[in-house]
């Protein structure tokens, strides 16, 4: 156990937590809504922290990010806990923990990661993914720390449900986020996630005003966040609050968890990747083999630069900079 950074000490053993914007106010022996975070003796612990529950080396990709060295593998690595209880939730097993998992699991010390991660010759970096890194967020800021004193580029694969003190705390060690923007509406947040949708707007701002690379991705469910009037708002805030060159991610939705819906439909991919690129040219589509949105294609010349089929990828289209080779067009690829 590690014992937590941002939270305050109150009476009677109470404490609460600052992490995110839940807040949780703990008594002695309770466990936040995280389900990793635990009052003990009026003091607030990490339970997850040094706890593994899965590591490998995946594509840049995956993650998803597309502009962030593409065609490299970046070492990935996963614990337990989530701030949001999303029903439709692809890693359930690992993201809503059970109160004994953690005295079943060795303790990774983080210069082990480290030392993993330089094992693999063609890595560039640790991603901290698979289960919600914030409530790792401890572990995280030792790991990426070191990582960044090897060399190695550090990336989160998150929710974005976290409060701006911590937020602006590590984000000067993250090179790269993957943000879920779940929905474009609050009681989509609070009914399907059991969280808010105001405080990832925020981290959205905050995180596109650093230094660090940012890709969004949304999970297009049927019947819940399908509607094409809200889905069009949502890029139209992205366009006017983040600018015109962010890169979406739209993926397909698959039954997972307590939540069974219908898979999505070819078209209605095929629709919001229409709608978002009369605001946002670098979008794309996941989870699903369509004949759209897989290659980035220079919006000056129309010359593929980055070419994809499924995890297969080649940059031949990109100079040492990132930018077109073909017509030297500047273009938002970190590489």
């Not at 840049?60 to 029903?87: A, D, Q, T, V, W």
């Not at 995180?207 to 469910?221: D, F, G, Q, Y």
């Not at 089929?309 to 273009?331: I, V, W």
Request: one cysteine or more.
């Amino acid at each position: 156990m590690q014992q937590a950074l941002f939270y305050e000490r109150l009476e009677d053993m109470k404490v609460k937590c600052l992490l995110c914007p839940h807040e949780c106010l703990l008594s002695e022996g309770k466990i936040g809504v995280c389900r990793v975070r635990k009052n003990i003796s009026g003091e607030l612990y990490a339970l997850n922290d040094g706890i593994i529950s899965s590591a490998n080396l995946d594509p840049i990709e995956k993650k998803p990010l597309y502009h962030f060295y593409p065609g490299s593998l970046i070492f990935s690595i996963g614990s337990y806990g989530c701030n949001m209880h999303c029903r439709f939730c692809q890693n359930w097993e690992i993201s809503q923990p059970t109160d004994n998992i953690f005295s079943l699991r060795p303790i990774v010390p983080a210069s082990e990661i480290i030392k993993a991660a330089l094992n693999h010759k063609e890595n560039i970096g640790i991603a901290y993914t698979y289960n919600e890194p914030i409530v790792s967020y401890e572990y995280v800021i030792k790991m990426a720390t070191l990582a960044k004193e090897k060399g190695l580029k550090n990336v989160m694969v998150s929710n974005g449900f976290i409060n701006q003190e911590p937020l602006l705390r590590i984000l000067p060690l993250i090179d790269a986020w993957n943000i879920d923007l779940k929905a474009f509406d609050e009681s989509f947040y609070k009914r399907l996630t059991g969280a808010q949708l105001a405080p990832v707007l925020e981290t959205l701002k905050t995180v596109r005003k650093s230094k660090a690379h940012l890709e969004i991705t949304t999970l297009v469910i049927p019947n819940e966040n399908d509607e094409a009037s809200k889905f069009k708002k949502m890029v139209n805030w992205l366009a006017d609050e983040l600018g015109e060159d962010t890169i979406l991610h739209l993926s397909r939705y698959f039954p997972r968890y307590h939540h069974q819906s219908t898979i999505t439909p070819a078209h209605k991919l095929v629709e919001f990747y229409n709608i978002a690129r009369q605001r946002l040219y670098w979008t794309y589509v996941g989870n699903i083999e369509l004949d759209i949105g897989n290659n980035s294609i220079c919006p000056k010349c129309k010359n593929i630069v980055v070419w994809r089929k499924g995890y297969h990828t080649a940059a031949k289209g990109l100079d040492e900079s990132g930018n077109c080779r073909f017509c030297k067009t500047s273009l938002p690829f970190v590489v």
